[in-house]
């Protein structure tokens, strides 16, 4: 052992047990040949913390230990070894003996702790009491209204024998834990305990201790069985000492468990006498509540003749001030709702691009289709103005309502000058059948609401003055016969009114449905989510207390904690028994013996100022007021700044332009047209005949040489030639020359107009903004516009007179249709010569000068014109057709010559070719008759060989040309100029009617900016009437 614990870090004895550690010292530090000596002293208990104690290691000089052989170290630490396994063994034999003896002596000497169940309450009692606690509870709650137990003393008495139980048994549990811990402990640290020093010296003096160190290890034994008994004994009295705590905190709790018992039971009985109390005290609450109720009533009945009284006074005074006013011719001082009114009806349809929106307040009458609000607001209005229907929309556009006071009770549209009598039935039928109408044309493009505001006027005596807006019931679904965007749009003009945040919002909410189906109450909390401008209303409450058997549903909604949003206040309402036939003061009748006999009003669930539309009436109309005075101030400043911006663009931009809006321009424009029809009488009766005599020959030019003169010509004596222009001139008036005629006429009569109006745009006062105004009524008037039908008839006969006429009988008439006749046929050859020209392409001279070469098609025309005019001077008084044999002919000579073509290409180009042909001969004959008047008047045509019928022929179409356009001359400046005038007038009517048109005809930025202008001027000079007259109210 000795040999196993030297080494060169000296060597450490550890020593079991306190008291041996004295000897141990001594036994070490007597000997002398040491040459350092550290003692380091650990102890080892269980009954105090080695964290306590610190680690003392001195420091001293290291020496160098001579090292041995590997072997020698190996052998000594297993002998080392074996040694200590005798040492441990026996060592935890002892100790555990010694240990399990005492374990027995300790389990003994506990106390029995059947004490306890005689000084705790059993399990029975506690039950008891819990229960009779219970049934006390109930008992107040069911008593006492708005009375619950405390909840200490309610949770006391079952969970204080509980937690007294669970703290026992976790003490108990602690107690034997710990006993086996200290158990084990025990067995565990038999050589744990003590103390251990280490010594630190040099290699030679470890010989020295051997046999020191035997009696150190018998006397460590016999320590250690010595001190594991003493150790068990501190821990069975540190035990003992741990259940007499446990005792006496037994002890106080459960006394102190028995004083909250009996206070609970004093507790009791108070609670008793305070339900006694209670219900004392609740009797005479409802009588004070039921003699409430009856002063209440009483008082108003009283309020309701005064304001009836008030209503005939007020009447009657209105009616003494109309009458002085017509007396003396002057004109009734408006009131301020409808100087109000008439702001807002100016503001309905008003865009501004300045962002000075309208904020002015108004009420906005919101809710769930079938909701009631139409009925909430025909109470308010007092007369059942609306149209109704089983569940089916009748709001589809917006409606505002503007309530006033008056000595009648009557209704206006704002754009009508009738007024309905609201007292009559028979007039409330047509007002409602006229509102169902005017929703109905406001709907157009197949949509189902409008966002066009149609504005009424109610007055009568006792009406609160406000501004009221109907609008579309909210739905959640669209049918089949709706717009698919129509709960879009419905949503879309809510949210455009209620975005005013000056608006006050009346939410209706029917009473009758679940609150979970409302839709209107989440849109109004999004537009308003503070509620202070928000009044909400719940109707049909009369059915929703048949329905819900709970109150206290009801009075969670009018106490605002039932929805999802805030509001100024919450009334109900009864608006209807389901009679649409029903009278308003029948439903006020009804209104008030509900709220008198209702069991919410008898309960004093909510208070009695909610109920009833009257107060709701009152309620509104102070909240409206009050919002007017504190806004309209605002709204005039900001329109103010938006006039002066306005004006400050005008002037930058059309400095020198008077300041016209849409409707001004329009009744300029008219001005103009007008003036131009009347320059119509300023055209002389020679332009006129000079302007139809041109336009009617240029529309029978073509009809006279194709289907008169060649047809003519093509006999071979002039008696011939007189006939069948004779007949043809016939059949000509008798058919289509009138018809034509009447339509020359009338173009003519367009084309003077139009010259007319495009020398007023070469003007220099010329504006262009009318340009397509004017141009859009001329043709609308012009497509309107048809000749009488009797002016055809009359130029037939005049036609058939002037035709049948062929005795010239003037030298100058005879010259004059020799120039006709010339210069027509002059014409008409030009105009085949640019044919040909087309047809055979360029000369040969054009295509040396210009480049031009022809195609393969003109080369082929060219071959075969060439054969066709050697055919015509072949023979000079060739047909105006070909032969078979002449086409086959020129089809032939043309094959030899390369060029193929068919019968039918040959006709094409043999038209022009003779007609060529046959106006040069025409021209010719027309040159030789000029000095053949003579001739003609003698009769000597025949002897002289002149034949001049051409132009005989010729001079009756002019003469019929001068007579008719004298007759359409006269028709023109006498009838047809004033029946334009009148189509013209009637076309500029409908439009200045139509306001849409307008705005298409007249567009522009100065337009826009001159009528909002215009428009702000008005608003902006009507409400400052509007303020001085409210400040003067004040």
Not at 549 to 573: E, S
Not at 773 to 787: F, G, I, Q, S, T
Not at 941 to 970: P, S, Y
């Amino acid at each position: 052992m000795i040999k196993l614990l030297r080494g060169r870090y000296g060597y450490v004895v550890r020593v079991v047990g306190a008291s041996h550690t004295r000897w141990v010292k001594q036994k070490l530090t007597g000997r002398t040949d040491y040459t350092v000596l550290v003692p380091v002293t650990r102890c080892y208990s269980s009954l105090q913390s080695s964290s306590s104690l610190p680690l003392l290691r001195l420091p001293g000089p290291s020496y160098a230990v001579p090292s041995r052989g590997i072997g020698m170290v190996i052998a000594r630490v297993l002998r080392g070894a074996l040694k200590i396994r005798y040492l441990l063994l026996g060592g935890s034999i002892a100790g555990g003996s010694a240990l399990a003896k005492t374990y027995e002596e300790w389990k003994e000497a506990l106390p029995d702790t059947k004490f306890l169940e005689d000084i705790l309450p059993s399990q029975e009692d506690l039950d008891a009491i819990r229960s009779s606690l219970i049934a006390y509870r109930d008992k107040i709650k069911d008593a006492v209204p708005e009375f619950s137990l405390d909840p200490k003393l309610k949770e006391l008495g079952e969970e204080q024998y509980g937690q007294l139980a669970l703290w026992f048994r976790q003490r108990l549990d602690d107690a034997i834990k710990a006993a086996e811990e200290e158990k084990n402990d025990a067995v565990g640290s038999l050589f744990s305990d003590g103390e251990i020093l280490t010594l630190s010296g040099v290699a030679n003096s470890l010989p020295s201790l051997a046999e020191d160190f035997t009696d150190l290890k018998q006397h460590a034994v016999a320590f250690t069985s010595m001190g594991a008994a003493e150790k068990e004994r501190e821990k069975a009295e540190l035990l003992r000492l741990r259940l007499s705590q446990v005792e006496a905190e037994l002890r106080e709790k459960t006394e102190s468990l028995t004083r909250e018992v009996s206070n609970l039971a004093r507790e009791n009985d108070d609670l008793k006498k305070r339900v006694h109390s209670n219900e004392t005290i609740r009797e005479k609450y409802e009588s004070l509540q039921e003699e409430l109720m009856q002063v209440q009533l009483k008082y108003q009945k009283e309020v309701e003749r005064l304001e009836r009284e008030n209503k005939e006074l007020r009447r009657t005074l209105m009616l003494r001030v109309g009458e002085k006013a017509a007396a003396h011719h002057k004109k009734v001082k408006k009131s301020l709702i409808d100087m109000y009114s008439e702001v807002l009806d100016e503001l309905c349809d008003y865009d501004s691009s300045y962002d000075t929106q309208d904020h002015l307040p108004r009420v906005v009458v919101v809710g769930d289709q079938s909701s009631g609000k139409t009925s909430v607001l025909e109470m308010v209005a007092q007369a059942r103005i609306f149209p109704r229907g089983a569940g089916e929309m009748m709001t589809r556009s917006p409606v505002m309502v503007t309530l006033s006071e008056g000595p009648y009770h009557i209704a206006s549209f704002k754009d009508s000058t009738r007024e309905f009598d609201l007292t009559k039935e028979s007039e409330l039928k047509e007002l409602r059948k006229e509102v169902e109408l005017r929703m109905r044309n406001s709907v157009r493009s197949g949509r189902t609401v409008s966002h066009e505001v149609i504005s009424m006027t109610v007055k009568g005596p006792g009406l609160q003055r406000m501004v009221l807006v109907d609008l579309p019931g909210i739905i959640s679904t669209v049918t089949a016969d709706m717009a698919s965007d129509t709960r879009e749009a419905i949503r879309s003009i809510s949210q455009q009114y209620m975005s005013n945040p000056n608006a006050i919002i009346l939410c209706i909410q029917d009473g009758a449905v679940d609150a979970e189906r409302s839709n209107v109450t989440d849109l109004v909390s999004q537009m308003d989510p503070s509620g202070k401008r928000t009044i909400f209303v719940l109707t049909k409450v009369d059915l929703a207390e048949e329905n819900l058997t709970n109150p206290d549903r009801i009075r969670k909604i009018l106490a605002g904690k039932l929805f999802p949003m805030r509001a100024l206040g919450y009334f109900a309402v009864v608006t209807g028994r389901g009679n649409q036939e029903d009278s308003i003061q029948s439903i006020k009748d009804y209104e008030e013996a509900f709220f008198r006999s209702s069991k919410i009003f008898k309960g004093g669930v909510v208070s009695s100022h909610q109920f009833t539309t009257r107060n709701l009436s009152l309620a509104v109309s102070e909240c409206f007021w009050k919002m007017v005075r504190d806004t309209v101030e605002q709204q005039a400043d900001a329109f103010k700044a938006t006039r002066f911006n306005l004006e400050t663009e005008w002037k930058n931009n059309f400095p020198r332009t008077r300041e016209l809006d849409r409707d001004e321009l329009f009744e300029k424009a008219r001005g103009d047209i007008l003036d131009e029809v009347v320059n119509l009488s300023q055209v002389s009766p020679k332009q006129w005949e000079e302007a139809l005599s041109s336009k009617l020959w240029d529309k029978m030019v073509t009809y006279v040489f194709e289907n008169i003169y060649l047809p003519a010509a093509q006999s071979d004596s002039s008696g011939t030639f007189n006939t069948t222009a004779d007949i043809k001139l016939k059949q000509w008036a008798d058919q289509t020359l009138p018809r034509k005629c009447v339509e020359v006429g009338w173009e003519t009569l367009e084309e003077e107009f139009r010259k007319f109006l495009e020398r007023a745009k070469a003007s220099r006062d010329h504006d262009t903004i009318f340009d397509n105004l004017k141009a859009c009524v001329v043709d609308e008037a012009m497509r309107r516009h048809e000749w009488e039908d009797k002016a055809a008839d009359v130029l037939r006969v005049i036609q058939l007179n002037a035709l049948e006429d062929r005795s010239v009988s003037e030298k100058q008439q005879w010259d004059a249709a020799c120039k006709f006749l010339e210069d027509s046929v002059k014409d008409k050859l030009n105009a085949t010569e640019n044919t040909l020209r087309e047809m055979v392409g360029p000369s040969t001279k054009e295509q040396w000068i210009y480049w031009q070469y022809p195609t393969e098609a003109q080369k082929r025309r060219s071959a075969v014109k060439f054969e066709l005019e050697k055919l015509l001077l072949n023979e000079n008084t060739h047909k105006n057709t070909l032969t078979y044999d002449e086409v086959t002919a020129v089809r032939k000579n043309a094959q030899s010559q390369g060029v193929e073509v068919d019968n039918e290409f040959v006709r094409e180009t043999w038209h022009p070719v003779y007609r060529r042909y046959f106006l040069r001969r025409a021209l010719a004959k027309a040159y030789g008759c000029r000095k053949a008047f003579y001739a003609y008047h003698q009769g000597l045509e025949g002897e002289l060989g002149v034949e001049c019928n051409d132009v005989v022929l010729f001079w009756r179409i002019q003469q019929m040309i001068k007579i008719t356009g004298n007759a359409l001359r006269q028709q023109v400046m006498n009838r047809e100029a004033r029946r334009l005038e009148k189509e013209i007038k009637e076309v500029l009517e409908e439009y200045g009617c139509d306001r849409e048109k307008k705005e298409q005809l007249l567009t522009g930025r100065r337009v826009l900016l001159a009528e909002e202008l215009k428009r702000v001027r008005q608003i902006q000079e009507k409400l400052e009437e509007f303020i001085h007259a409210l400040n003067a109210e004040k």
